[in-house]
């Protein structure tokens, strides 16, 4: 079964601290993946996707197909990366996207 | 470009009254999604649409009704609200499979 898991449901780190926020999959094929981003009172947005390889806002992730993760890495937390933060998978048959249950990262000052 | 937008912003319902929520998207996308999005469970598929006139059940459709009659708009549909349909519904959109889906700002639900 496809499924994604993100095992903290929160994490709290302090100002300038790194970050890693854990994601687990389970895919049968070549699978596509995401990091959304909610802050505050806004809606879902894309954060990266492990195609694209590329660093947002400071923000990692690398696929690991052998461990079969997708964990997103900052190597200094700022405030205003506090946040719900999702990790995703897409199903390619219509586009569905798998969600874990989310992370809630707040950085303290 | 509004992007995705989403009607009502908030509702509060009785148990077995009706209500659709409407979501509508300016950016000729094909493919539309309906999500509701619950403690400590992430946001899961209702239902979505490939394309005008198409619908498809998501992993959680129960108790819900989709339409697709135009390309810019994906409405969902609560033909009997129930106390376990609280949450908050995000209806989001993209371009193709595997490309970026944007997301509404989201619908909050309340059924008494």
């Known amino acids: 079964a496809q499924r994604v898991t993100q095992p903290e449901k929160l994490l709290s780190v302090f100002k300038g601290a790194p970050v890693e926020l854990k994601c687990n999959y389970s895919y049968s094929g070549s699978p596509e993946l995401f990091w959304y981003v909610q802050y505050s009172r806004q809606r879902l947005q894309l954060l990266l996707r492990?195609?694209s390889r590329e660093s947002i806002k400071g923000f990692t992730a690398d696929l690991n197909k052998g461990e079969t993760s997708f964990h997103l890495k900052k190597p200094f937390a700022q405030e205003e990366d506090s946040a719900m933060y999702y990790c995703a998978l897409s199903d390619n048959q219509g586009g569905k996207l798998i969600f874990g249950q989310g992370t809630e990262l707040s950085v303290k000052p | 470009n509004a992007g995705v937008t989403q009607t009502p912003k908030f509702r509060v319902l009785k148990t077995g009254q009706s209500m659709t929520l409407l979501c509508a998207q300016d950016?000729?996308?094909?493919?539309m999604y309906w999500y509701r999005q619950d403690p400590g469970m992430g946001l899961r598929l209702i239902h979505y649409s490939v394309g005008e006139g198409t619908t498809a059940k998501g992993e959680v459709p129960d108790g819900y009704n989709v339409s697709r009659l135009k390309k810019q708009n994906f409405l969902l549909g609560l033909e009997s609200a129930a106390p376990s349909q609280t949450s908050v519904y995000f209806c989001a959109s993209s371009y193709r499979e595997g490309t970026e889906q944007y997301f509404g700002p989201g619908t909050r639900l309340t059924v008494t």
């Open positions: 492990h195609i």
């Open positions: 950016m000729n996308h094909e493919y």
